[in-house]
């Protein structure tokens, strides 16, 4: 076995393989069943124009020639010709409908896994790699329109040519015809045992592509540290190694894959070969040679839509496994969301309350413990301690980003839980460490929160945390182009930007996580202003590790291994010479 990496951690599926998914997909595929039951028609229309080109051949060669009816000749030509045009013009139509089903149903699953992803909390992010979410939306999504459309629409095409030609067949002679059909328990024994396989090969295909794309996000993403370190060898041996894997398994499914079409034709060559026995051996009184010339030509006939609807079947179970991980996803629960009793919070003053909080990120292992606290309307609390301490935990809280695992957490007396979302967010400003970029204009990613907000509006919120002066500097000023992670700009001056964006959205609760850590202490003492502007009227929750941001707070929280060590002001904590001491007089 090939040696397994830290990267090539494949994914695994909670329920079976089953042919339920199939049914799930009828949801997307039902608002264009009418569209596919004309394409459906319009190929059964065409089918039988087919047949009557063999019947113009023939009124030519019987009637038409012998008779010497020039006329009739060229009447019967052009009929052709107008029956070649018409199936051309219905399998045109026919191509349209059928491209159009196929990329609106691919339409409709992709809007809802990104609407789903939207949703989704942030554990479901802290736990997967990026790339291996993307793969999904894009990839797997792509691959499932054909089966969905033509696959459903040949099957039953085939399906119905199958059930016409037996018709046909035992009209002609029951006998034969059960031998034609002797090699269908054989095909079907074989698809049965080839199932499972098939499926775990199409499954370790996906993982191993899933592999690969999370690899490639990751390099991407971590390209200027790689660099640094010199990584590109070791990166491209791991790359290798996981594209190797992904060959090697896209080779194993396609060759099951690919078993199905000559096993099923060497059945039907084994059939034709008994029909013919038979046939000999039956021959006269029982069965003349016309009738068994008859047989051999429909035994082929009949085993061509076989074929087709082995091939069908064959995609259905590779769509089945890309279906399988889309619902998945899709079925992600969103563990926060409002509950039945959430109410709306439209004044909110900013009053908030742990009462005896403990929190796990992952099962019992606590990284809160028992976390007890009061802050009033408009108060100023500084959150220090060590890193890893459960500072950003705490603030994350308050934002629910996660849910509280044991204890209460109240804002303005109410139970966080019964707030709707909307209500608490929008009235709450976060800065997180990592201040992100969105692509398109300054203006925009100011604009971000609160959508009408006018360009006075926006202008006032850069000039109040000193983000004005740089971006009034740059060549095209607010309307200066930025992408995402805006990488032509610095990180103080995203920071800026990312402080005019919750300025502009005028939350009640402010949360600011290490949001000035860097930005230069010249800057940030103008920016100083800028932040007490911010923090008037609000309630406020910062971490940072300058005292001079701290030392004004109503209240400074020293918090360490999950609690709160130490609380009080500046003076107070300084008089009771312990943590905060220690790390204040550290620092200067
Ligand atoms: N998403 C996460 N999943 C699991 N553990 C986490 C996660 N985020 C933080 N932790 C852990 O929780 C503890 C507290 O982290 P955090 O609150 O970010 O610390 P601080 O902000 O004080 O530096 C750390 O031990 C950290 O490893
Ligand atoms: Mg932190």
Redesign the pocket.
């Known amino acids: 076995m090939a040696k397994r990496n830290k990267y090539d951690v494949d994914e695994s599926l909670e329920k079976g393989f089953d042919f339920s998914k199939l049914k799930r997909s009828i949801v997307y595929v039902k608002p264009y069943a009418k569209l596919m039951l004309l394409a459906l028609g319009l190929s059964m229309l065409g089918s039988l124009l087919g047949l009557a080109t063999p019947i113009l051949l023939q009124q030519a060669m019987d009637v038409a020639i012998p008779n010497g009816d020039v006329s009739m000749v060229v009447w019967l030509a052009v009929a052709s010709l107008g029956l070649v045009l018409v199936s051309t013009v219905f399998g045109a139509i026919r191509g349209i409908i059928m491209s159009h089903c196929g990329q609106s149903i691919v339409y409709d699953i992709r809007k809802d896994i990104f609407d789903h992803l939207q949703q989704l909390p942030?554990?479901y992010y802290?736990?997967r790699p990026h790339g291996k979410i993307l793969v999904r939306v894009v990839n797997y999504v792509n691959s499932v329109s054909d089966s969905l459309t033509n696959g459903l629409v040949n099957a039953i095409l085939e399906l119905l040519n199958l059930f016409f030609i037996a018709g046909y067949m035992f009209s002609i002679n029951v006998k034969l015809s059960l031998i034609i059909l002797s090699g269908m328990p054989f095909l079907l024994v074989f698809i049965l045992l080839l199932k499972n396989v098939q499926k775990k090969a199409n499954f370790e295909n996906n993982n191993k592509n899933s592999n690969l794309t999370a690899y490639t996000c990751e390099a991407i993403e971590g390209v200027k540290v790689s660099q640094i370190f010199r990584r590109q060898k070791e990166n491209q041996k791991i790359y290798g190694r996981l594209n190797r894997e992904y060959q090697k398994a896209w080779y194993k499914a396609a060759y099951l894959n690919n078993m199905m079409g000559p096993v099923t034709e060497n059945l039907k060559q084994w059939v034709l070969c008994l029909v013919y026995i038979a046939g000999i051996l039956w021959i006269s009184p029982s069965v003349e040679i016309g009738v068994l010339i008859a047989m051999a030509t429909y035994a082929s006939k009949f085993w061509q839509p076989v074929i087709s609807l082995a091939n069908i079947y064959n995609n259905l179970i590779k769509t089945m496994s890309y279906l399988e991980r889309i619902f998945q996803t899709i079925d992600e629960p969103v563990d926060i969301c409002d509950s039945p009793e959430a109410k709306p919070l439209p004044d909110m003053q900013g009053r908030v309350e742990f009462q005896n909080v403990r929190f796990a990120?992952?099962k019992d292992?606590y990284?809160l413990k028992g976390v007890n606290l009061k802050v009033e309307k408009g108060q100023r609390i500084a959150?220090v301690?060590?890193?890893?301490?459960?500072?950003?935990?705490?603030v994350?809280l308050i934002s629910r980003f996660y849910n509280v695992t044991e204890g209460k957490l109240l804002i303005d007396g109410v139970d966080i839980n019964d707030i709707t979302l909307h209500s608490l967010r929008s009235q709450m400003g976060i800065m997180l460490q990592d201040s992100f970029i969105f692509t398109g204009t300054i203006a925009d990613n100011i604009r971000y929160g609160k959508l009408d907000a006018t360009d006075e509006e926006i202008r006032a919120a850069a000039k109040a945390v000193c983000a004005d002066e740089f971006i009034s500097q740059m060549e095209q000023g607010y309307d200066t182009p930025v992408t995402e992670r805006g990488g032509q700009l610095s990180q103080g001056e995203r920071q800026l930007i990312a402080f005019a964006r919750t300025m502009v959205s005028d939350p009640a609760i402010l949360i600011l996580?290490e949001a000035t850590s860097s930005i230069d202490a010249k800057t940030e003492k103008l920016l100083q202003q800028g932040i007490e502007k911010l923090m008037e009227n609000r309630t406020s929750f910062v971490?940072a590790h300058r005292l001079s941001t701290i030392r004004n707070c109503d209240k400074i929280l020293y918090?360490d291994g999950?609690e709160i060590k130490e609380s009080g002001t500046h003076d107070e904590l300084m008089a009771k010479k312990g943590y905060y001491y220690r790390l204040s007089t550290a620092q200067d």
């Open positions: 942030f554990s802290d736990s990120y992952e292992y990284v959150l301690g060590p890193t890893g301490s459960g500072k950003s935990t705490i994350n996580d971490i918090i999950g």
